[in-house]
């Protein structure tokens, strides 16, 4: 069975960093394209970064380039989002998401591309 578990979210200052962390199970040993997605409340849900893991360009939303950085981690099944200088306005829950096709992109990462999603980890800044 298919599976991503994200953890590391939490409560945190406006200034501060988090780091997400996401396992994947039953995906055997190929390629996908990664990412995070994030959705605050009563807003549409928002794609953050994505990665293939076989190579290629990475997108970043315009709002994090620059504070986030996503990473593979050293075993195939974790990836990692570092979120550093976090602002009120990235409170939401944030999403690991999986894909086995390329990453895509049309000005926005799409949501419709990812067929995995986790249950999601909440992040909170307070100013």
């Known amino acids: 069975q298919v599976q991503l578990v994200e953890s590391g979210g939490g409560s945190v200052q406006a200034g501060e960093s988090l780091r997400l962390s996401c396992v994947a199970s039953?995906?055997?040993?190929?390629?996908?394209?990664v990412g995070w997605f994030r959705q605050a409340p009563g807003k549409e849900r928002e794609g953050v970064t994505a990665?293939?893991?076989?190579?290629?360009?990475?997108y970043y939303h315009s709002s994090v380039k620059g504070r986030f950085t996503v990473s593979p981690g050293n075993a195939k099944n974790t990836l990692y989002l570092q979120m550093n200088d976090l602002k009120p306005e990235d409170t939401a829950t944030y999403y690991c998401?999986?894909?086995?096709?390329?990453?895509?992109?049309?000005?926005?990462?799409?949501?419709?591309?990812?067929?995995?999603w986790g249950q999601g980890t909440q992040v909170t800044v307070s100013s």
């Open positions: 998401v999986a894909d086995p096709d390329p990453c895509w992109w049309v000005g926005t990462l799409q949501a419709q591309h990812f067929r995995y």
């Open positions: 039953g995906f055997g040993t190929g390629d996908f394209c």
């Open positions: 990665i293939y893991t076989g190579g290629g360009n990475t």
